[in-house]
């Protein structure tokens, strides 16, 4: 498998507990090398676009007024094998199906305050890298 790039963002539940180093440490050690990053605040057409995909589910509403809740971390994430290597590390989207030493078991808090998003295929990392940075804020 080639290297790869991939969309990671620290939710708000987590920035509001101070865990972006922690989370950030548990990428690198999965492998992952940060190559872009910065904390913003998404406002609701923010949150609305990057999840469109989900807007006819019922925790639609719900889960736009937790990402823009307060501060999150975009991050765009490099390495071999890299989309399934950060869904690895963050673990099942629900925290209590998440397995043992994952980002989500140790961090989350429920199934919406989950802690991190990362993409889930070739085409949405494209997708949301795109969304979320410029070319020239991506250092690889
Ligand atoms: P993923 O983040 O593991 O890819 P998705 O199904 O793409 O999971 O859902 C996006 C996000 O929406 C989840 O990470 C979680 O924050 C939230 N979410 C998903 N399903 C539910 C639900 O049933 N109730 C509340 N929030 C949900
Ligand atoms: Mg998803």
Not at 18 to 43: D, F
């Amino acid at each position: 498998m080639a290297s790869e790039r991939t969309l990671s963002i620290i939710k708000p539940d987590a920035t509001e507990r101070n865990l972006t180093g922690q989370i950030i440490a548990r990428l690198e050690g999965a492998g992952l090398r940060v190559i872009a990053q910065k904390r913003v605040w998404w406002k609701k057409k923010d949150a609305r676009k990057f999840y469109d995909i989900h807007k006819d589910q019922p925790f639609f509403k719900g889960l736009i007024a937790f990402m823009t809740s307060g501060p999150i971390v975009l991050q765009v994430l490099e390495g071999e094998d890299a989309i399934a290597k950060n869904r690895e590390a963050m673990g099942a989207t629900n925290p209590v199906d998440a397995a043992p030493g994952s980002i989500r078991k140790d961090f989350g808090v429920n199934l919406q305050r989950n802690s991190v998003h990362g993409s889930d295929s070739a085409a949405t990392a494209k997708r949301e890298i795109a969304l979320c940075f410029k070319k020239s804020e991506i250092v690889g």
